[in-house]
């Protein structure tokens, strides 16, 4: 009955579809909306269906997706068609990527179009072009509290450019990804202004209140995001003459969900960018949407809804472009962002490993896997047609989202352990060359981030300082070890841009007034070209590291047991300084590959009767794919160099 009145509803919406838009070719659109709209009335139904209005805004949102089919360039819908007809397209090892600011890497989006050459050196055919919207000076949050959703900061290209910049990206097989903010605007954005000024309409977009009577509610259960700078989750706006809800920054207005026509208007922004050129939208804070009295605001079942019904929207629209969720949260939590109760993803099919890049720092510090291998062997497993973002380091913080169970199984003490972690790569603790620094301290639980370049992270920056040839060395073999475990473990890896260098922090953002408060501006960097350069001089740091990750990636293209298909192993060893794990071919399941990596500073040995009959490994010997060389086997034991790694497969193969 439900599905009758769903279609009964499609026929009503279809008939009040504006003219320039029924009397267009829509077969396509029309095939895809018949196939989705049973799911897009159910889940707007769930979210708004006691408004009054609520046909009314059923009409509104088929008219967006329609109007925006419309204006999908001829080629972008070929792209569509094709990877609908190869869906699990994206779950390829061929992909890796790459996260940078524009104006950091080239200064401009022409300057990135014009070293697109570069990214292809290196390997790179994905690339993340973070936050590119017109934002307002000194109140930007690294260009996260955006003021037009349609508009570039004219300081670093146009639309035009971005179109460009997309099309020559398809051309060399490239993934643009652009950033799409989804849970709030600048207070200078129009809608705020507008709800300044009193608009009501406007004021019903934010979450607004007259006095403290309910924010103060909300405040009893929600957790602030930013102690330091930005105390509380609401800011009193004198122009308003009320409260509004700021959950990151006091200039950052949360948008309000329980209004359909927000979730339109996002939608429509979604779409638009799309249409530009975007084969990912990266949908950031997704775990805020949906705020609710008594909770803490964040992972709500509405949030989800909300997801679930922007990708069936998209399906319609856009089919071929894929969702990341920027979902920094408990792997219980960041799993449901692919989707529950459903094979394929029907939210997000791609998401941020946060959990893994937190152990990979807690191995670092420890050098051991202790907690690691807890950590990994206790991650969910995603849904089939979905896949993890693997980091080691971004453009935010890094947070310590420990799971306290692995913690204590480890046999640490919780809080004790997230102080020496922080201590360690804050450069605090005895015998640490990091040269991180903590971010948002909080003076209630003595909990804080870390910010800090990778190179900077695990001792290079005072391996340099001191002319040490052997912290040098050290450092580099860390740096490559931790990219062979995002390479290697199941997803797309993402480096950051100047870690393929090995770019140091950057201190000069303490002489820019807006930005000397935020000290994540250190790895933030400005790419020196001539530093670059030294990629080609033999023997230097930048020739071994930039090398070395090449190699990597041109090795883990060839894979095919890298594919993303729940084809992973963890491997329980006694040695606790390793961490091991089996990649199986999902077509051939003969072709395995394993994976070792040593997280300590002496040599260490894996007994390879541990591993059983998995893969033969041991029976006549094994070739490391990343040398190309077979390791030296005493009595089925292998020994791992300090901070070394193998991709190792039995030599027969």
């Known amino acids: ?32 909306l018949g196939a989705n709209f049973y799911a897009i009335h159910y889940l707007f139904h769930l979210l708004y269906g006691s408004r009054d209005d609520f046909k009314d805004q059923m009409v509104r949102l088929v008219e967006t997706m329609a109007t925006q089919y419309l204006l999908r360039d001829d080629e972008l819908q070929e792209i569509d068609v094709q990877r609908e007809q190869n869906h699990n397209w994206f779950l390829s090892q061929e992909w890796a990527g790459m996260a940078l600011y524009p104006e950091g890497f080239a200064g401009t989006i022409n300057g990135l179009q014009e070293r697109l050459s570069y990214l292809q050196e290196l390997g790179i055919n994905m690339v993340h072009v ?57 207070d200078q954005h129009q809608w705020a202004q507008k709800a300044r000024s009193g608009e009501e309409r406007y004021q019903d977009y934010y979450y607004t209140f007259e006095n403290r009577e309910i924010p103060d509610m909300f405040e009893e259960s929600m957790p602030e995001i930013f102690p330091q700078t930005a ?14 809800m700021t959950v990151f920054n006091n200039y950052q207005w949360d948008l309000n969900y329980n209004n359909p ?9 979604i779409l638009f960018w799309a249409n530009q050129g975007a084969d990912i939208l990266r949908l950031d804070a997704v775990a805020f949407l949906w705020k609710k009295i008594g909770t803490t605001c964040q992972n709500e079942r509405e949030a ?90 971004c453009h935010d913080d890094i947070g310590l989202g420990f799971d306290d169970t692995d913690i204590r199984l480890a046999g640490y003490e919780p809080a004790a352990h997230r102080h020496f972690i922080i201590d360690y790569l804050t450069g605090q603790h005895q015998g640490s060359s990091a040269q991180g620094q903590p971010f948002g301290f909080n003076g209630k639980t003595g909990d804080a981030r870390i910010s800090g370049s990778l190179a900077s992270l695990v001792g290079l920056e005072q391996a340099l300082e001191e002319g040490d040839p052997e912290k040098t060395e050290q450092a580099i073999r860390l740096i490559l070890l931790l990219h062979s475990m995002i390479l290697s473990f199941g997803g797309i890896p993402l480096l950051y841009y100047g870690d393929e260098i090995g770019t140091l922090n950057n201190y000069d953002y303490l002489n820019v007034p807006d930005k000397a408060n935020d000290n994540r ?75 070792v990596g040593n997280f300590n500073t002496a040599p260490q040995s894996l007994n390879l009767e541990e591993l059983g009959n998995r893969g033969h490994f041991g029976l006549g010997g094994v070739k490391d794919l990343c040398s190309g060389r077979s390791p030296s086997l005493f009595k089925d034991q292998l020994v791992i160099p300090p901070y070394g790694f193998y991709w190792l497969i039995d030599h027969r193969q």
């Open 304 to 393: 989800h809804l909300i997801l679930q019904l922007m990708k069936d929207c998209c399906q319609v629209t856009v089919p071929g472009v894929l969702f990341i969720a920027e979902a920094i949260v408990a792997p219980v939590e960041v799993i449901k962002y692919f989707g529950e109760d459903a094979i394929i993803a029907k939210e997000c099919e791609i998401a941020y490993n946060a959990t893994y890049m937190a152990l990979l720092w807690d191995a670092v510090a420890t050098k051991n896997s202790r907690l690691l291998n807890l950590g990994i062997l206790n991650l969910p497993t995603k849904l089939d047609r979905a896949t993890w973002l693997n980091y080691i380091r």
């Open 231 to 244: 105390p509380g989750n609401f800011t009193w706006d004198e122009a308003m003459g009320r409260w509004v």
């Open 130 to 186: 973070m936050p590119i919207l017109k934002c307002p000076k000194g109140a930007s949050d690294g260009g996260y509290a955006v003021s037009d959703f349609r508009d570039t900061d004219h300081r670093i290209g146009t639309l035009d450019d971005i179109r460009a910049l997309a099309a020559s990206m398809r051309q060399r097989n490239m993934l643009l990804t652009l950033d799409v903010v989804l849970n709030h605007t600048s």
């Open 1 to 32: 009955m439900y599905e009758q009145i769903s279609h009964s509803l499609l026929n009503e919406i279809l008939d009040q579809l504006k003219p320039e838009i029924y009397r267009r070719d829509l077969r396509h659109f029309y095939t895809r």
């Open 261 to 269: 026509a927000v979730f339109i208007e996002m939608l429509d922004v």
């Open 521 to 595: 501006w250190m790895h933030r960097p400005r790419i020196d070209w001539q530093q670059v350069e030294k990629r080609k001089q033999r023997g230097s740091v930048e020739q071994r590291l930039f090398d070395g990750l090449q190699k990597l990636i041109a090795v883990r293209k060839t894979i095919v047991a890298f594919a993303d298909f729940n084809n992973r192993e963890l491997l329980t060893i006694a040695n606790p300084n390793l961490f091991v794990f089996l990649r199986t071919n999902p077509l051939q399941h003969t072709d395995s590959v394993l994976v």
